[in-house]
């Protein structure tokens, strides 16, 4: 036997994973995940690293200057 009977049979089982969608339970799927209804608000444990005021912003073009002083 060849490789038509497997080709049948892997096509019935695509079709029905296509076209058959069982009821879902959202509830043992929140309870499998481990997640809470209660939203928690992201913290984000690095933002003490880092300045929020972009005051110390980088120049942008540093070889500006160099251009200046080849042209004299």
């Known amino acids: ?8 049979k892997n ?3 695509a079709r029905e994973l296509k076209y058959f969608s069982p009821n879902t339970d959202l ?3 929140q309870a499998e995940l481990g997640t809470t ?3 928690q608000e992201y913290e984000d ?3 003490d690293l880092y300045p929020e005021d972009e005051t110390a912003e980088v120049e942008t073009n540093p070889e500006s200057d160099s ?5 004299a």
Not at 67 to 71: E, L, V
């Open 27 to 29: 509830t043992a799927l």
């Open 45 to 47: 444990k690095w933002a």
């Open 37 to 39: 209804s209660d939203e």
């Open 67 to 71: 251009d200046d002083s080849s042209k």
């Open 1 to 8: 036997m060849g490789r038509g009977r497997q080709k049948a």
């Open 11 to 13: 096509t019935k089982v």
